[in-house]
Structures are given as structure tokens and as C-alpha cells.
Nanobody, 119 residues
Framework: QVRLVESGGGLVQAGGSLRLSCAAS????????MAWYRQAPGKRRELVAA???????NYEDSVKGRFTISRDSAKNTVYLQMNSLKPEDTAVYYC?????????????WGQGTQVTVSS
């Protein structure tokens, strides 16, 4: 069973920065498509940023130019660097891993980390 553990959330003023980390077990970071999602109160969970096993990244439009997803396969960790934070970035941020193993699809979620941006 793969375990994803997020950290790095907290309270920050608008314009500030945070770096989220997602520590994964099982060496999955180098094999799976890794992503960060977020869910604000009363809203649906949305994709924020993703990095494919080949390294291709994509971002939700509102975070382009402000957020950067990266991974360190040696540390089995995925990061989300968040700069120029805005109050609307306030949400619980979740790490996600998705892929296939022996033709069987899998998907795992972390428990989430709260990010609060004050105006």
C-alpha cells in the first residue's frame, strides 16, 4: 500500500510563499503521474498542478506563473512551490499519485494539508 504524506501548509499573508511537500512510500514518485489538488470550503476538488512520469508538467490557469511542481525521485518526494499567494488560494491541498502496475490502474491520495492565505 502506497502512503502519501503532505506537509508544509500553514498561514501566510497575501503575496507570500509556501512550499508543500509530499513524501511517498514505495518509490512511486518516479513511476506515477503525481499531482496536487486543492479543495476550498463549499467547492469541488480541483487539479492545481501535475507532473507526468516523463516530466511533463501542467497547471491550472489561475496558478500558472506562480506555482511550480517538481519531484525528487531519490527522496520519493513531490513539491509544490507556491509564490505570490492570493486569498483565493486558500484550500486544503492534496497529493495524488496515479498510474498502472501490471496492467492494474491505481490511484492514491494523501490526507491533505491546509493552506490559508490572509488578505
Amino acid at each position: 500500500q502506497v502512503r502519501l504524506v503532505e506537509s508544509g501548509g500553514g498561514l501566510v499573508q497575501a503575496g507570500g510563499s509556501l512550499r508543500l511537500s509530499c513524501a511517498a512510500s514505495g518509490g512511486i514518485v518516479s513511476r506515477a503521474a503525481m499531482a496536487w489538488y486543492r479543495q476550498a470550503p463549499g467547492k469541488r476538488r480541483e487539479l492545481v498542478a501535475a507532473i507526468a512520469s516523463g516530466g511533463t508538467t501542467n497547471y491550472e490557469d489561475s496558478v500558472k506563473g506562480r506555482f511550480t511542481i517538481s519531484r525528487d525521485s531519490a527522496k520519493n518526494t513531490v513539491y509544490l512551490q507556491m509564490n505570490s499567494l492570493k486569498p483565493e488560494d486558500t484550500a486544503v491541498y492534496y497529493c495524488n499519485a496515479k498510474g498502472t502496475a501490471a496492467l492494474n490502474p491505481y490511484e492514491f491520495w494523501g490526507q491533505g494539508t491546509q493552506v490559508t492565505v490572509s488578505s
